[in-house]
Nanobody, 124 residues
Framework: QVQLVESGGGLVQAGGSLRLSCAAS????????MAWFRQAPGKEREFVAG????????YYSDSVKGRFTISRDNAKNTVYLQMNSLKPEDTAVYYC?????????????????WGQGTQVTVSS
């Protein structure tokens, strides 16, 4: 079983940037479909960004496309989420997730391993 630990969350003003990290341990995730999800208070967990196994491209929700960038460093067994031009509606707990398949998915139920989450708060 892989363990995922997120870091990098915090409080930022609208228009600012944050970089989230997701460090994996227990096994390599270079061939896993990795993704970031978020959950705001009173709302369901939603897909944000994903990267298929082997880093064959990236994919994003429409709400973050052009502002967020997902990437991975296989040597460090780590996935990142660079978040620019942040908006108050980006405020949520952000979760890293791993799926033991190389194919892209944006479904919460497809991902079997989750981190504990990191809070991102964007003030207006």
């Amino acid at each position: 079983q892989v363990q995922l630990v997120e870091s990098g969350g915090g409080l930022v003003q609208a228009g600012g940037s944050l970089r989230l990290s997701c460090a994996a341990s227990g096994r390599t995730v270079s061939r896993d479909n990795m993704a970031w999800f978020r959950q705001a208070p009173g709302k369901e967990r939603e897909f944000v960004a994903g990267i298929p196994g082997g880093s064959a491209g990236t994919y994003y929700s429409d709400s973050v496309k052009g502002r967020f960038t997902i990437s991975r460093d296989n040597a460090k067994n780590t996935v990142y989420l660079q978040m620019n031009s942040l908006k108050p509606e980006d405020t949520a707990v952000y979760y890293c997730a791993a799926r033991r398949s190389p194919f892209a998915s944006h479904e919460v139920t497809d991902f079997g391993s989750w981190g504990q989450g990191t809070q991102v708060t964007v003030s207006s």
